[in-house]
């Protein structure tokens, strides 16, 4: 069975700083990963996905993720956040194959950016 | 742009009323969920169809059904409404074979009295 541990509940950053969300997963067999961001009162949208092919994605508003097989781990980060960057942020994990509709998501890192 | 929207933001029930909760997709995907997102738990899948009376329970179906009669509709019923029941209830849709990205309605906020 898959499972997904994102490693802080709770992250807060002063704004320009940069930015670290970590996602490790466990699986038995080749995955696809997620990172999906939940504005206040708004259901989740795909901030970026790795499926194949080069292990760095990215985002269009900045962010970046990196696929590490060796390490089982997926972290999301931003060299410099603005106030908008605040929401909580789900990281997911899909099994390749049959039954791969399926996502399996983290417990969430609320993200709070200060002034 | 695909939209998914359910029917209610927030609703308020009563311990052993029935309640339904309605989805509905404008992009003829095959697939639908419905999970429940608590704190400190993340989402959680209840149920998914991947057609049109086609079921398949998730990770914690215990206390829910679902009914799919048309393809852009996927309900979620609480046949016995609890309060251990009472979370935000987010539905979500995806097209069968393609990039496994799933499109997901605002929520509905179900608090059970």
């Known amino acids: 069975a898959q499972s997904v541990t994102q490693l802080d509940s709770q992250v807060p950053v002063f704004e320009e700083a940069p930015v670290e969300l970590r996602c490790n997963y466990s699986?038995?067999?080749?995955?696809?990963l997620f990172w999906y961001v939940q504005y206040p009162n708004q259901g989740l949208q795909l901030l970026l996905k790795?499926?194949?092919?080069?292990?760095l994605v990215e985002s269009i508003n900045g962010f970046e993720a990196e696929f590490n097989k060796s390490q089982t781990s997926f972290h999301l980060r931003k060299p410099s956040v603005h106030i908008s960057d605040t929401a909580e942020y789900f990281c997911a994990v899909s099994d390749k194959g049959v039954g791969a509709q399926k996502l399996v998501f983290g417990q969430g890192t609320r993200l709070t950016i200060n002034p | 742009d695909v939209k998914v929207t359910q029917s209610s933001r927030y609703l308020v029930k009563r311990t052993g009323e029935k309640v339904f909760l309605e989805c509905v997709q404008d992009?003829?995907?095959?697939?639908m969920f419905w999970y429940r997102q608590d704190p400190g738990l993340g989402l959680r899948l209840i149920y998914f169809s991947y057609d049109v009376k086609m079921k398949e329970k998730g990770d914690i179906p215990e206390g829910y059904s679902v009914s799919r009669e048309k393809k852009e509709r996927f309900s979620l019923i609480l046949e016995s409404a609890s309060t251990n029941q009472t979370s935000m209830y987010l539905c979500?849709?995806?097209?069968?074979?393609?990039?496994?990205?799933?499109?997901f309605g605002p929520g509905t906020r179900l608090t059970v009295t």
């Open positions: 979500a849709s995806s097209s069968l074979g393609q990039t496994y990205e799933q499109y």
């Open positions: 699986s038995s067999v080749s995955v696809y």
């Open positions: 790795y499926l194949s092919g080069s292990t």
């Open positions: 992009m003829d995907h095959e697939n």
